[in-house]
């Protein structure tokens, strides 16, 4: 494999016919050339839906809960109230 006088690898090697002697690209060059920029991709419409019914359907069961929670009190409530009346 092709390296430079230091004995390091080249980036990119390519021979030079002029100069009888390897070509290398620089390391930020050789990134720029290669590295794919990260794309990420824009959810589908039927994926941005499921999103926002999952979210109604996640605060429906906590006012569910809390329904729950207030229920259970007045039952107790009407409960105590009814021993008193006896």
């Keep these: 494999k092709p390296v430079d006088s230091n004995g390091v690898g080249l980036y990119d090697p390519t021979w030079n016919e002029t100069t009888n002697s390897w070509d290398s690209l620089t390391e930020g060059e050789w990134k720029k050339k290669y590295t794919v920029p990260e794309v990420k991709p824009e ?23 809390q329904q ?12 105590d109230l009814n021993k008193g009346g006896h």
């Design 43 to 65: 959810p589908t419409q039927d994926q941005q839906m499921l999103a926002t019914l999952t979210k109604q359907v996640m605060q429906l069961q906590a006012a569910n809960v």
């Design 68 to 79: 729950q929670k207030v229920n259970a009190s007045l039952t107790k409530q009407l409960m």
